[in-house]
């Protein structure tokens, strides 16, 4: 085994077993959106130009929709110790049952959300159905 | 000629750093590190090294042939170090702009900063994609001038180590002096940052004097006033290894697909962000709509008050 093949062992054992530190350190807990207040600040850091006039928070806090007066919808969720959002496009599915709705972007590496919005889940599903492609797209 | 790569030697440093920081991280701050985003990055580092191996030969060969024709011979005299430690440095300042504010080059240098941490882990997320971009090219003058490909490669890899230190949060701020000549820890949040304030600011290696030179600099704000999120503009809310190395890329090469073909060669060359139908938004974009409305905030503050009952969820904006 040459000494390049050896390195390369060796880095990928040494970041397999930091990984494993930072996990036994319980680094990095999954964060909760603690109320609407702090949903409207996640989705103004997410994209400084969707401003949300409305919020629904998921039961559990794992996540939320927020729509701005454009009538564009946000969805919140958490990546790691931070949060992602997305602005949902066109194209986007959504799915109501039991007062949990799904959702799934367009941009599909962004992963299926799954909120508990209770009565509000029907009507939600509606406006992310009907979401219009933007005129300059 | 010595052989001798700094890089390899600093490895077992970057890796008892980076566990010394998760020891930090453990008592005063657990969310600096998350597993999943550690791992990425790490295996960005190694993924890179091997992509350089594998890849850098070609910048060697094009190295050499410009050093058979170099207009002087500068050779191994000792005040060549420095001073080619200062050009390379120099040389850093520009590829990195270019990596910003070129999508061809951001598309590489983009997996850099695709965490929305900042640890030092975040220093090794380095791309595998850079030889695509052909940024080798700016060390050209420096290789036509009579310094030697090794001597240009040996400081870089010395640039490179400087630059792991700065990638943390446990680090508020330096001496005066040193922040005034020198990239920091504190520079540096400020160049990974996402608030529109900061975007595309401080591309410095490791004398923060050239960001100040041409116009480029941005001092950071205490972190209760205006605190840092760290990342892309559009955050990728995967921990997808290769998803990471390859979204812009991707991105940029259906961009030019579907573009009408007047426009195809401003994907690849313009800003990140730029559309031929305005429909994205630049940095410079995103900077100028924050600044108007801040602007606007500033200016209709005891309005605010009135205009609050219409919004019941919309708290007043701060800096972003």
Redo the contacts between chains.
């Keep these: 085994m040459d000494s390049q093949t050896l390195q390369l062992i060796g880095s990928l054992a040494a970041i397999l077993v930091l990984a494993g530190i930072a996990w036994v350190l319980r680094l990095g807990q999954t964060p909760r959106i603690e109320g609407e207040a702090r949903a409207v600040a996640l989705a103004r850091e997410a994209d400084s130009g969707f401003d949300p006039v409305e919020a629904a928070l998921s039961g559990d806090g794992a996540a939320a929709l927020l729509a701005d007066s454009q009538g564009r919808i946000m969805v919140l969720r958490p990546h790691g110790t931070h949060f992602a959002g997305r602005i949902l496009d066109h194209g986007t599915r959504a799915a109501a049952e039991g007062g949990m709705l799904t959702i799934i972007p367009a941009d599909r590496r962004y992963g299926p959300v799954t909120l508990d919005l209770g009565d509000s889940a029907q009507a939600w599903e509606s406006r992310i159905q009907t979401l219009q492609r933007p005129l300059n797209a | 000629m010595p052989d001798f790569s700094p890089v ?1 030697y600093a ?1 077992p440093g970057f ?1 008892l750093l ?2 010394a920081e ?2 930090w ?2 008592w005063k701050r ?10 990425v990055s ?2 960005f ?2 993924g890179s ?2 992509a350089g ?1 594998l890849l850098g030969g070609f910048a060697l060969l094009v190295f050499l042939a410009a050093y058979d024709v170099r207009l002087f011979t500068i050779g191994w005299e000792w005040w060549a170090w420095p001073l080619c430690f200062v050009l390379d440095d120099l040389k850093y300042y520009w590829v990195h702009r270019f990596g910003h504010r070129s999508r061809w080059f951001w598309a590489s240098h983009v997996n850099h900063h695709s965490s ?2 900042y640890n030092l ?1 975040t220093a090794l997320r380095q791309t595998w994609t850079g030889a695509f971009t052909l940024g080798f090219v700016f060390a050209l003058p420096l290789v036509l001038l009579g310094f030697h490909p090794v001597m240009i490669a040996i400081c870089g890899g010395f640039n490179l180590i400087y630059q792991f230190w700065i990638h943390t949060e446990a680090i508020d701020r330096m001496p005066r002096w040193f922040e005034a000549v020198m990239n920091t820890p504190s520079h540096h949040r400020v160049h990974h940052a996402t608030n ?1 304030r900061y975007l595309d600011r401080n591309y410095a290696g490791v004398f923060i004097v050239w960001d100040k030179l041409f116009g480029t600099f941005e001092a950071e704000r205490p972190a209760e006033e205006e605190p840092i ?1 760290y ?1 892309i503009v559009k ?6 290894l290769l ?1 990471a190395v390859f ?1 812009e890329w991707i991105g940029m090469l259906g961009d030019i697909w579907r573009a009408p073909w007047k426009h195809k060669l401003s994907y690849l060359l313009r800003e990140p962000g730029w559309s031929h ?3 994205r ?1 630049t940095s410079d974009m ?1 900077r100028a ?2 600044e108007a ?1 801040q602007q606007a905030v500033a200016g209709t503050a005891g309005d605010e008050v009135q205009s609050a009952p219409q ?1 019941p ?3 007043p ?1 701060r800096a ?1």
Excluded at chain 2, 30 to 39: C, F, G, I, K, S
Excluded at chain 2, 235 to 240: A, D, E, I, P, W
């Design positions: 390899d490895i890796v980076v566990l998760m020891l991280a453990r657990p969310q600096a590190y998350e597993p999943r985003d550690t791992l790490l295996a580092g190694l090294t091997v191996l929305q941490h882990s529109p999120r990342g955050q990728l809310g995967s921990f997808n998803w979204h139908d305005g429909s938004e995103i709509r924050w409305q919004k969820i919309a708290g904006r972003a």
